[in-house]
């Protein structure tokens, strides 16, 4: 998706319809700023936002996401173009936030065994090194409810039984036993557990 073309189309919608960015931006529940970035093509419309942003440009997600009116020849052929490029769109956005959650721990299990290791082996009096202790298991503690929610939200866990692939409820994956992002789940079709791996896509 050319994101600066979809810009290009929102800003002459808009102003087709006789609205300003303020304007558009009320009847969404957001700020002018983001539409800016929208019509400027730095960003892109959230999901949530799109059927209301059609109802009033009066166009079709289809023709917000080829950033033109689209005829009805073209309308079967762009449609699946436009819905493989959101299924890349969040892989990559699912790769990124692995990525951050691998990052994280990293970070936080470094800082806690670096203030472990001096409070075990500098002289220090017992209540310095108990705070010291605790500063370092801190950021796990605050970092470990977000590691869990990416874990939870991106990509999907396939059933080692049935194969089936889907997104867990976060309590679930919570209290589940794990093995990196291997996770003893219960599958939500066949409704055994086995130890199911994290997977990128809803389908190979």
Same mark, same amino acid.
């Given at each position: 998706?050319?994101?600066?073309?979809?810009?290009?189309?929102?800003?002459?919608?808009?102003?087709?319809?006789?609205?300003?960015?303020?304007?558009?931006?009320?009847?969404?529940?957001?700020?002018?700023?983001?539409?800016?970035?929208?019509?400027?093509?730095?960003?892109?419309?959230?999901?949530?936002?799109?059927?209301?942003?059609?109802?009033?440009?009066?166009?079709?997600?289809?023709?917000?996401?080829?950033?033109?009116?689209?005829?009805?020849?073209?309308?079967?052929?762009?449609?699946?173009?436009?819905?493989?490029?959101? &299924?890349?769109?969040?892989?990559?956005?699912?790769?990124?936030?692995?990525?951050?959650?691998?990052?994280?721990?990293?970070?936080?299990?470094?800082?806690?065994?670096?203030?472990?290791?001096?409070?075990?082996?500098?002289?220090?009096?017992?209540?310095?090194?108990?705070?010291?202790?605790?500063?370092? &298991?801190?950021?796990?503690?605050?970092?470990?409810?977000?590691?869990?929610?990416?874990?939870?939200?991106?990509?999907?866990?396939?059933?080692?039984?049935?194969?089936?692939?889907?997104?867990?409820?976060?309590?679930?994956?919570?209290?589940?036993?794990?093995?990196?992002?291997?996770?003893?789940?219960?599958?939500?079709?066949?409704?055994?557990?086995?130890?199911?791996?994290?997977?990128?896509?809803?389908?190979?």
């Amino acid at each position: 998706m050319d994101q600066i073309k979809i810009g290009t189309f929102i800003a002459a919608r808009r102003k087709a319809a006789g609205l300003t960015q303020l304007q558009l931006a009320e009847r969404l529940g957001i700020t002018d700023r983001a539409v800016s970035k929208w019509e400027t093509g730095r960003a892109m419309p959230d999901a949530s936002l799109m059927l209301d942003l059609c109802q009033i440009l009066e166009i079709t997600v289809n023709d917000l996401l080829c950033g033109e009116v689209v005829t009805v020849e073209r309308y079967d052929r762009e449609m699946e173009q436009n819905l493989l490029g959101l &299924v890349e769109q969040k892989q990559e956005a699912d790769r990124r936030l692995l990525r951050l959650e691998t990052v994280m721990s990293f970070v936080c299990i470094g800082v806690l065994l670096a203030l472990a290791a001096i409070a075990a082996y500098v002289p220090m009096q017992e209540w310095l090194r108990l705070t010291l202790v605790g500063i370092g &298991v801190a950021p796990l503690v605050v970092a470990v409810p977000f590691m869990i929610k990416i874990e939870q939200s991106a990509g999907y866990y396939e059933c080692a039984r049935c194969h089936h692939r889907y997104v867990p409820q976060y309590k679930n994956v919570f209290i589940s036993a794990h093995l990196g992002r291997t996770r003893y789940l219960r599958c939500p079709v066949c409704k055994k557990r086995s130890w199911q791996k994290k997977k990128l896509s809803k389908d190979e």
